[in-house]
Structure formats: C-alpha cells, structure tokens
DNA sequence: TAAGTGCGTCGTT
DNA sequence: AACGACGCACTTA
C-alpha cells in the first residue's frame, strides 16, 4: 500500500537546502539543493505531526554525518512502499553497504539473488527515492569506473569522496 | 591503454 | 515493445 505524503519538510546543511518528504509510514523521499532556488514548498505551517518532528530531527542529524562521510547514527523509518518489490530488494542491499565500501551492480544484482539483472540494478538506483541515506552513490560500475547518479555524477564523485571510496584522480 | 561498438539480459513503463 | 545509473567480448588507434 502507497502512503500519502504527509509533509516537506526544508534541510539547511553546509551544501544547501535539502527537501525531506514524510508520509505516515516514515521518511519517504529526499531531494538535492536545487542550485538558485532558496527555500519553497517547504510545507513549515506548525501542523506537523509530533512523530514527524521526531523523525525529521534524526534525518538532519543523519543527513549531517553522512554529508560529511560518516555512517549515520540513527535512522527514522524509511518508507519505501513507492517502490516495486524487486526496486526494494535493492534499496534493502544498498543500505547494508557501509560507508567508505562501494559494490559493483553486478555485485548487488548477485548479492540479491538476481545475477542476470545486472541492468535492471541501475534501474533500480535511478529510482532510489532516498538518496544519499540510502547509498545509491555506492554503487560502481564493474570496471570502478563512476557508473551514473540521478543527481548528478559530482555528488556521486563528492560523496564518495568525503568518504575515502574514491581519489578524485581517476574517473 | 583508452575509447568505441554490438549484443545479452531483465525489471519497468 | 522500448528503454536503461550494466557487463563483456572485441576492434581500433
């Protein structure tokens, strides 16, 4: 079952404002600072749901560590029933990547029982509606080369970096 | 080595 | 039926 979405809620960090949205169900999607647009849409009106006040906390705080290549310490629920159940299989995988590791699309096709779908994987990372908490930039292309990002290959490239998976010499 | 081409594969729309 | 955030074999330079 597909939960509304409840609230958006704004992020300020040092890279700008991220964009979390919750449902009733937990975090269901995070967005990059979109370049020249300040805050909008943030939904700020008061009527936020205690739960989601909580929840949104430990975001921030993991969004936080994470921006700064650390594993975050505590999660909310993340509610991913958007997603088709193979899209799950493999957000579930991408979040037992820790920080600092990468893995192959193959390897992640592999590790979840699918070795044939190697393609389908990206798909699924294309449609990681949670990224950078849910580790999607972990995933490289077999020959460690970059692979693609839905956000664009420079966050890819910075986060990895900030977590010591990747020397910006090559790629 | 580096870069380009073609094809198999499979989940999603 | 078409399209990928892929992987692999193979060809050129």
Redesign the pocket.
Same mark, same amino acid.
């Given at each position: 079952m597909r939960r509304e979405v409840v609230a958006h809620l704004p992020i300020p960090t040092k890279d700008g404002e991220f964009l979390a949205s919750y449902s009733s169900a937990g975090l269901c999607g995070l967005r990059f600072p979109r370049a020249g647009k300040p805050g909008r849409g943030a939904r700020t009106d008061g009527n936020i749901p205690a739960e989601i006040q909580r929840w949104h906390g430990l975001v921030k705080q993991a969004l936080a560590s994470s921006l700064a290549g650390q594993a975050p310490r505590k999660l909310p629920p993340l509610d991913v029933s958007r =997603?088709?159940?193979?899209?799950q299989l493999v957000w579930a995988q991408l979040g037992r990547i820790g920080a600092g590791k990468t893995m192959?699309? %193959?390897?992640v096709?592999q590790a979840i029982g699918?070795?044939?779908?190697?393609?389908?994987?990206? #798909?699924?990372? #294309?449609?990681?509606p949670i990224?950078v908490l849910v580790p999607?930039?972990r995933?490289?292309?077999?020959?460690r080369?970059i #692979? #693609?990002?839905? =956000?664009g290959l420079a966050w %890819?490239r910075t986060l990895l970096g900030r977590e010591g998976a990747w020397e910006e010499n090559r790629g």
């Open positions: =997603g088709t159940k193979f899209q192959s699309y %193959k390897e096709a699918r070795p044939g779908a190697v393609r389908a994987v990206g #798909g699924a990372c #294309g449609a990681n990224p999607c930039h995933v490289l292309a077999a020959n080369k #692979g #693609g990002f839905s =956000g %890819k």
